[in-house]
């Protein structure tokens, strides 16, 4: 059974901390994504990374960095959190080529107090 | 950059059909995918059509492209109360494949 796991359900910080979420993919794709979803927007792409090491910005980076050092593992930072990082976040994964059919996890839910 | 749009709700009765629509502005789209999310879930693919395609059929899932007014439209014939969830549109264009998703639409199925 196909697997993208995400480190945690639930998580609460407080602003101005360093958070890290984690997403661990067990099929060998070389494409990971990490999206936020938020009510009345939809997901909203913040990277993705299409090969170890390399990333590329989505359509709301700021506030965030990423690492892939494994292929397996891609992991959003939040440097200095904010209460408007507020969100559901999403991991997906997908092979190169053709029809992407993208993998997600469960999501973490992330609140910023 | 690429911008994918719907409608926020939709409200059925169970054996209608429903339509949710999707409007998006790249071009280069190569294939455009329908997700469903159910609740407390994360997304997964319900089908797909490639850009040189205007229709497809899967069961119970109609799938329709107008590729000149960027258009896409998921009809889902039959509607059962475990249809309900958020439907989002999706798209990728050529390249390393980065996935856009759209607003998401949410289908309530009433008895």
């Known amino acids: 059974d196909v697997k993208v796991t995400q480190s945690s359900r639930y998580l609460v910080k407080r602003t101005g901390e360093k958070v890290f979420l984690e997403c661990v993919q067990d099929?060998?794709?070389?494409?990971m994504f990490w999206y936020r979803q938020d009510p009345g927007l939809g997901l909203r792409l913040i990277y993705f990374s299409y090969d170890v090491k390399m990333k590329e910005k989505g359509d709301i980076p700021e506030g965030y960095s990423v690492s892939r050092e494994k292929k397996e593992r891609f992991s959003l930072i939040l440097e200095s959190a904010s209460t408007n990082q507020t969100s559901m976040y999403l991991c997906?994964?997908?092979?190169?080529?053709?029809?992407?059919?993208?993998?997600f996890g469960q999501g973490t839910r992330l609140t910023v107090v | 950059g690429e911008d994918v749009e719907q409608s926020l709700f939709l409200s059925v009765r169970e054996g209608d059909s429903s339509v949710i629509n999707c409007t998006y502005t790249?071009?280069?789209?190569?294939?455009l995918y329908w997700y469903k999310q159910e609740p407390g879930a994360g997304l997964q693919l319900l089908t797909y059509i490639f850009s040189n395609m205007d229709m497809k059929q899967d069961q119970r899932l109609t799938v329709l492209l107008n590729k000149k007014d960027k258009h896409l439209s998921l009809r889902i014939a039959d509607t059962q109360t475990g249809d309900s969830a958020i439907y989002f549109c999706?798209?990728?264009?050529?390249?390393?494949?980065?996935?856009?998703f759209g607003t998401g639409t949410r289908l309530l199925v009433s008895p």
């Open positions: 099929m060998d794709h070389e494409n």
């Open positions: 997906a994964s997908s092979l190169q080529g053709g029809i992407t059919e993208a993998f």
């Open positions: 999706a798209e990728t264009n050529t390249g390393f494949q980065k996935l856009v």
């Open positions: 790249d071009s280069s789209s190569t294939y």
